[in-house]
Structures are given as structure tokens and as C-alpha cells.
């Protein structure tokens, strides 16, 4: 991952270079947002890099793979910072969100126009910048290591899936027409192309086939991958409902008072008879501002439904098919993946699926 | 062009399949793009093949030369919805823009929240997917020509131009501390990069190297695009202000109703006195909505400081650049571009600087 970093680095100065031969008043505004790229957890990176091991490369890493790791963070930035956009949110990773940052530097400068509107463009601006870009550095990344071909479906699919995940989410939260089990299915499929698929199923695939894995092994991680990755947002459910403030960062019941559609909710609800007073009052409170003490009321209401535990038993559910997908063996019974890439693959899935922040 | 329109059938009908896949319920937006997606005038993709044509390739026009022509449609799709709704515009080419559509149908269906930011949400979603879209269908098309490694530069240079491009406009807007000369240097950058650099000099450059022509002939071309590129934003700013109605199609004075900030309207601020009335005049009513007495009251004051005539003889010598540069010759005397070639990059350019609509 620090070499990964690194080929970012280089990349996006080349880029601010460029930027800044175009007109260097538009470099505050690229400044931020190489400023934000790749300040996360860098979780897909990860993955592409389990994914690249898993191929059986051995040696060290080629340069080319890190950067096309180092690419995902660049889909991420756009995600993001379109994500803010939509979802109007004032913070990002504890600091003003690129828009808010954005509106207020425009405010500060004393210049025309409604500064909200201001933010709103020059983010969205700045995310399609960081698509375009994410697509350069992968497509040279892969050309330069000569596989460019079999990795260009994974790289599409990757970002038509996540699109389409931001779109079933963007679904499920207005259409209010849907039964409630209609409701828990479309949340786990935005689960399944939002979250499973690009952060670990595509990332993994991708490392996979630019290192010239066997169908057989890119058929282990994907399964692996889709398995974890949804598991992945189940706990991330459970966490926005159930965890402590002081260890995830983010106030008690952070996705209630957003109003996520998220699995948990959906079998709650689907738990409760539509003539039950709970379901009323859960759908009163979801997505407005609410005190430590109603978050902590409905949260109690979430666990009266039994709906946590049956979270807990689909994560566990998804933990077996992902470590039975790891054990998959070729006819003679040889398993095909790698033992050091399955002992890195058990660690990062316990890491994403057992945590507490 | 009919060509470029077939292959970019053939390829939506594979991504819109890729999506019923993911889940049916995403296929009444996706099918908005789909629908969206090169209506226009395929003024990019006819300048990639006259660009092509420069190149000196014989015999019919590869499929694949038509089909990364026509990713220039997806990433002018991805413009246009996104600029909608940076400039909340409700309108595109007579029919509603797609966010309002979205937003309407949001309503119709009785469903929850804000339907206009609804609306602006799926618009959003769905230019990165034809952004997205874009750089596939351009990357096969030129790793199947055998072209994508000479290719890259000019591909990422015009994502990067056009979104800087965008960005300066943006700011122009925005940024009133700015001395009217300053303002006429900031619309000419805006249509260097916003306009000529992707509407002409890279669709030129992108499908020359497409066709492996040699570098004297893309830096030819690509002078002849910068010339061309910056002249016909300029006719457009002229109509925007001066045209028949009857024949553009747009509202008298359009340009100044919206407060776009052209070459024209700059030009016309910095020949007047800051104590004249008729600057006060001009900055009390640029932008607003205005009657088409005010709008004609209004062009006839611009009329008054000779920025039209400024304007007009900019266009004429950016013209004589271009035919020059259409004129270049290697140390032998001989033209580097073929004559057919000039020939139609002439029909093209007189088409664009010398039109009404």
C-alpha cells in the first residue's frame, strides 16, 4: 500500500501539472481535491493486492499493480464526494465535506452567486475529474503490465455496479410503495453491487487478472468476495445502530438519524405487524435529527424485533460460503488459491466482518 | 457518422442487458441515458473523422475508428446532464432536462422526500455512468485498433480540458473581483478548454493518432482545432446575443437572460467607463429573467461599445489561422495534409464560425 501511495503521488502531481499549464487559478480547487484522494482506510487497495497474490505471482510487486491499486482511491474520491453532494452532508472524515469547504471559501472570498450552489458544482466538477483520471491511471497501470484486455471487464463492471448500487439506494429510500420484504431484498441488493462488489469482489478480481490468474481462481475470490463484502455491510449495519460512539466515531445511532435503508432496518420492520405501534414510531424517528436517548429507544425497539440476531446469523452465513470459497479445490482436491493468499484473505475478511469500528 | 450511431447502439444494448442483470428496476433511469445519449449534432465525433481522415488511412473507415467516435457522445452525455444540473436548467433541446423528467416522474409515483433532489441525485448518478461508459467504449475500440498507448495522451487531455474547462467557467461567474480586461482573458481560457479543446483540437488529435498519422500532421491539426475551436464558441457568444430567434431556436438575448460570461459580454464591459450608466445598466440586468424589449434594448447597448465588430474580426483571424495551419508544409514544400482532408475540415470549420443557428 506505501508503494501504492507513492504511484499516486506521482500520478496526481503529473496531473496538477497539467492543471496548472491549463490556468493556475484552478489549482485551489484541484489542490482540494488531491487533498482528499486516498486520505481513507485504502480497504480496495487492499483487496486488488490480496487479489494480485492470489494469482501466484511471486516476487515482489510490480510498480504497475500498485498503481492500479492506487486507481481504486481514485473511483473512491469521485463516489464520494458525488455522495456528499447528494446525500448534502456537512462533514467527511471529521472535516468539512469538499462542497461545505468549498461554499465557505467562496463566502470568505466575498464573490457573487449563491455559495451552496457554488460548492455543489465545483464538487461534482472535481468528482468527474477524479473518474477521468481514476480510468487514466488504470488504463496505463494495465497496459504497461500488458493486461489491459482480460482485466477491462472487471474494470467495468466494478464501476457500472457501483453506479447501479447508488441508484437501487437512491430507489429503496424514496419509493415508499414497496412491502417490507420487497424492502429487505432490494436493501441487500444494494449491498450486494454498492458495497460487496466494488470493495472486495471487483478489487480482489482485478488484482486476480492482472496478475493472470486461472478462471478457477478468480472464480474462488469473486464468490469469496461477494460473500465478505456483504458481510462486511452487515456488520457496518449493525455498527450505524448498536455501536459505541466512543470506538466507531460517529454519534450513537448515526444511521437512524440519517434515515439509511439499510438491511437491519428492513428486517425489523418486516418483523413487526403493520398495525404495531413500534413500526409507527420507527417510522416517525428514522432519518430526523434525534438525542442520545431516543437513539438509544430505538434501538431497543430494533433488538425487541430479533432483528439483529438475525443479522448476526446472515453474517455468519456469509463468513461459511466465503471460507468454503477460499477451501475450493481443482478435481485431484488441491485447493487453488495460495496458502499465503488465504491466510491474508481470512485475516482482511475477520478484520471487515468482526470489527467494532 | 451512421456507422458511429450503430456501434454506440450496439454497445448501450450490451450495458443496458448488463443492468437488467443487476436488477430490472434500474432500467427506467438507465433507460433516460440511453435515450439522452447522442441526440445532438455529433459535431465531436464528425471532427475524430475528419481526423481520421487526415491521417491518410485509405478504404472504408474501420468500425472501430466509428465506434470511439461515437464514446465522445457518451462523454458529451455526461456534460450536458451534469451541467443541467449545475445550471438548473429545465430545459434540453425543447424537452425537459433529464432531472426535471426524473424529478416529475419522482412526483407522478407518489414517492417520498424531495423530488427535485431526487431528481438532481439520479441525474448525477447517470452522467458518471456515461462518463464511465465513455472511457470503455473508448479503450476497446482503440486497444482493438491496435492505438490505445498513442491514443491515452489526447483522451486524457480532453477530460481533463473540458473539466477545467467547466471549472473556470464556474469560477468566472463567481469571482467579481476581477478587472474587466482580466474577465476577457478568463472567457478566452474558458473557450480554449471548455470549447475548442474538446469540441475540435482533441476529436481532431484523437482520431489522427487513431490512424497513426505522423506529428506534423496532428500538431497541423490540432492548430487548425485550437483556431477553429475558440471561433466558433465566439460565433455562438454573437448569436447568443444577436440571433433570430426564428432560426436558433432559443429566446432573443438567451446568453444574457442566463448571464453566461462570453468573450462578447467581457469585451463590452472593458470598452466602457466604470462611471458609465450603460455598465451599471448592463450589470443591473445580465442574468435575470427580461422581456424581449429589454433583451433587444440590451444588444443594442453591447452593439454600442463595437465589441461585436472586435468580436467579429477575432473570428476572422482565428479563421486565417486555421486555414494556414490547414496549409502547412513540410520542408518540401508539401502540404502535410491531404486534400481531401482540408478540403472537408474547410466545409467543417466555415459550417461552425459561419452559421445563424
Avoid at 50 to 65: F, M, Q, S
Avoid at 146 to 168: D, K, N
Avoid at 253 to 262: A, I, M, P, S, Y
Avoid at 348 to 356: E, F, Y
Wanted: proline share 4%.
Amino acid at each position: 500500500v506505501d508503494v501504492a501511495r507513492a504511484e499516486l503521488a506521482t500520478f496526481l502531481a503529473a496531473r496538477r501539472a497539467e492543471i496548472a499549464a491549463l490556468d493556475p487559478r484552478l489549482l485551489p480547487d484541484v489542490d482540494r481535491l488531491l487533498d482528499f484522494t486516498g486520505t481513507g482506510k485504502w480497504l480496495r487497495p487492499q483487496f486488488l493486492l490480496a487479489g494480485h497474490l492470489a494469482a501466484g505471482v511471486t516476487g515482489e510487486v510490480p510498480a504497475e499493480i500498485c498503481a492500479a491499486a492506487a486507481a481504486l482511491e481514485l473511483v473512491q474520491a469521485c463516489a464520494l464526494l458525488h455522495d456528499d453532494v447528494m446525500d448534502r452532508s456537512d462533514t467527511r472524515r471529521g472535516l468539512p465535506s469538499t462542497h461545505r469547504a468549498i461554499a465557505a471559501a467562496h463566502d470568505a472570498d466575498g464573490w457573487s452567486g449563491d455559495s451552496d450552489h457554488y460548492g455543489e458544482s465545483v464538487a461534482i466538477l472535481l468528482g468527474d475529474l477524479a473518474l477521468a483520471w481514476a480510468d487514466d491511471l488504470f488504463t496505463e497501470s494495465a497496459t504497461r503490465l500488458g493486461r489491459l484486455i482480460p482485466a477491462l471487464p472487471a474494470w467495468r463492471g466494478m464501476r457500472t455496479e457501483v453506479l447501479a448500487g447508488q441508484l437501487l439506494d437512491l430507489r429503496a429510500a424514496a419509493d415508499s410503495g414497496e412491502t417490507p420484504g420487497e424492502q429487505v431484498q432490494q436493501a441487500l441488493a444494494v449491498n450486494r453491487w454498492k458495497t460487496a462488489a466494488y470493495t472486495v469482489e471487483r478489487p480482489l478480481h482485478l488484482g486476480a487478472v492482472l496478475g493472470g490468474a486461472s478462471p478457477a481462481v478468480v472464480d474462488a475470490l469473486r464468490r469469496y468476495g461477494a460473500a465478505i463484502g456483504v458481510a462486511f455491510q452487515l456488520r457496518d449495519d449493525l455498527l450505524g445502530v448498536f455501536g459505541d460512539p466512543s470506538v466507531t466515531g460517529k454519534p450513537a445511532g448515526n444511521d437512524l438519524v440519517e434515515g439509511k435503508r439499510t438491511v437491519l432496518l428492513a428486517v425489523a420492520r418486516s418483523a413487526l405487524d403493520p398495525t404495531d405501534a413500534r413500526l409507527h414510531r420507527l417510522d416517525d424517528r428514522v432519518g430526523r435529527p434525534m438525542d442520545a436517548a431516543t437513539a438509544s429507544e430505538l434501538a431497543e425497539l430494533i433488538a425487541g424485533t430479533g432483528a439483529p440476531q438475525q443479522v448476526e446469523q446472515r453474517i455468519d452465513d456469509l463468513v461459511g460460503t466465503a471460507h468454503a470459497a477460499l477451501d475450493t479445490a481443482d478435481a485431484a482436491g488441491t485447493r487453488v488459491l495460495p496458502d499465503d493468499a488465504v491466510d491474508l484473505l481470512r485475516r482482511l475478511g475477520d478484520r471487515a466482518v468482526r470489527r467494532s469500528s
